[in-house]
């Protein structure tokens, strides 16, 4: 939520000398993103975004991330696309920085999501899911069922200071997931972080998809999963039967989930749930006080997941045949 | 430099049905204002600046602010326009905070202002200053010369913590100051914090002028003082006559200053240097550490203060008959 890096104006003019988009009219700095600095810069050819990627971000994967965005983009999905320079690179070199211009995408994000909006967004995943056929570059999720231990253990001991009992809990929950999670799932490019901040909208229409930097291989319906965790829990920690009708069923519209992935969608609720837990969890011990970025709640998390826990089958979410 | 209030989509959509804009199509916090929070708007109508003064910000003074703008920008200063909503109102309420939209004006401003910038700055500000006449309102100088040393008694005991024998030398030039500062110059509207990162170009061409948050009535001439030290020094603390003869003329352009605000400048120039001394030094001293927003270094203003001692006339700063 910072400008970390901060442009001038000639350094910017040299940087967009690369690039065939017009002339530079205007540039801010943005308090979006948590780890990198962003702009939106104004030519006379449109609006971009001007992304810097500081440097405790690993720029390895963003070749897979940039690529994907494009892919993505030419394949009928709503999302940024990287500006290629003259030379057909989308990366390139500002302040010290790896930086990126993409194209600025107009909407916003929802911070009360109603049913409506969810079946956009169950729609829009499945739409993603289908456009991420064929690109050629993958990514392990560097997040999943593997890894979800070894993160518990960076913050076990201190886990109870959150939430009375979470370390038992957690582990506990680990041990079930690591025995009953799926395998033979249909998989693909997954965005894996399609919160509502995410998703932009104008209107009741989803108008793009933002932040693939989470992106990766894995379970199509395990980003499903993620969604539903994320779309249709109230402030109260209940779940809205209705809008996991209206996610689910507006996903189906675009892409039909398997017998397996609707057996499994229980399991693979639990398992996003944890993941967020995990890592929510993590961030809440170790962001230090007074941090630009305050910390999500984790508890919001465990609440979820104790949802996920009673539930039998697919049609506690709101899918019936 | 941050986004102290979030304003949602829903805050956002219902303050937007007061004014004729068109439809919300995006709005992005972005990182500029050290004490409101900023969003740059776009509807279908256009882009807007959406700014909430925060709390700790006087809100007395902006009906002075918004109408000198408006009044300066139907007088042909490009400066932002404040919108009027439907009911003829500048100022709104939003999330608590009082809230005004402002046109957005293309440009940026130059990290390295060049001789024809300088000069550009000088015609802006001597149309800037005629345009305010006839601005029915007006406001005190909160920074004036008689500001000067109730400012300085609030850090005199630390301020050789900043540079040895800082103390002495505010002490013994505010003594001079207050013996010799002028009266009877010409007074109007000066916008008091012309400072190169409010003023907008496009190439070589001034675009707009931005915050007129300290803005108020004073002596015309002192404006341009304190354009000559914001301007037309170098990094080495070298005063470069070639940028002063520029802004200098551009402003003689416009406006002829009168045999008494000529030789009256190296005073006025003494004055200005030392209100930007007091306030950096009172910000130094009082910025927590880890600050988002570093306050700028004291020292430079010091050291401009020690060039303008050594001035004899306005021939000095680059002004020949």
Redesign the interface.
């Given at each position: 939520?910072?400008?970390y890096t901060e442009v001038?104006?000639?350094d910017l003019a040299r940087f967009l000398e690369r690039y065939d988009i017009g002339t530079?009219?205007?540039?801010?700095?943005?308090?979006?993103g948590v780890e990198n600095t962003n702009y939106?810069v104004?030519t006379t050819a449109g609006?971009f975004i001007l992304t810097l990627y500081e440097k405790r971000v690993a720029t390895d994967d963003l070749p897979f991330f940039l690529g994907l965005m494009e892919h993505l983009q030419q394949h009928g999905v709503s999302c940024p696309l990287p500006v290629r320079d003259n030379e057909g690179r989308q990366l390139n070199e500002l302040c010290g920085r790896t930086a990126a211009l993409i194209t600025?995408?107009?909407?916003?994000?929802?911070?009360?999501p109603k049913p409506v909006h969810c079946a956009e967004a169950g729609r829009g995943l499945a739409r993603l899911h289908l456009a991420g056929e064929g690109f050629k570059i993958s990514r392990k999720n560097a997040l999943g069922p593997t890894d979800w231990r070894p993160l518990f253990e960076h913050f076990e001991k201190d886990a109870d200071s959150i939430s009375g009992n979470l370390r038992a809990q957690i582990e506990s929950e680990l041990d079930w997931l690591e025995d009953i999670w799926p395998t033979g799932l249909p998989t693909g490019v997954i965005h894996a972080d399609m919160f509502p901040d995410n998703v932009?909208f104008?209107g009741e229409e989803l108008s793009g998809v933002i932040d693939f930097y989470f992106a990766c291989n894995d379970f199509l319906a395990y980003d499903l999963a993620i969604c539903l965790n994320a779309w249709c829990f109230e402030d109260d920690y209940s779940f809205n039967v209705t809008k996991g009708r209206a996610m689910l069923s507006g996903y189906e519209e675009i892409r039909k989930l398997s017998a397996s992935e609707r057996l499994a969608m229980p399991v693979l609720c639990r398992g996003a749930a944890m993941r967020f837990l995990l890592t929510r969890c993590y961030d809440w011990l170790n962001t230090p006080e007074?941090a630009?970025v305050k910390p999500h709640d984790p508890v919001v998390y465990l609440r979820r997941l104790r949802f996920h826990q009673r539930v039998d089958t697919i049609a506690d979410y709101g899918l019936h045949d």
């Open positions: 939520m910072a400008v001038s104006d000639d530079l009219q205007s540039f801010k700095g943005i308090a979006e939106v104004h609006t600025f995408i107009e909407g916003f994000c929802v911070k009360r932009f104008l007074g630009i």
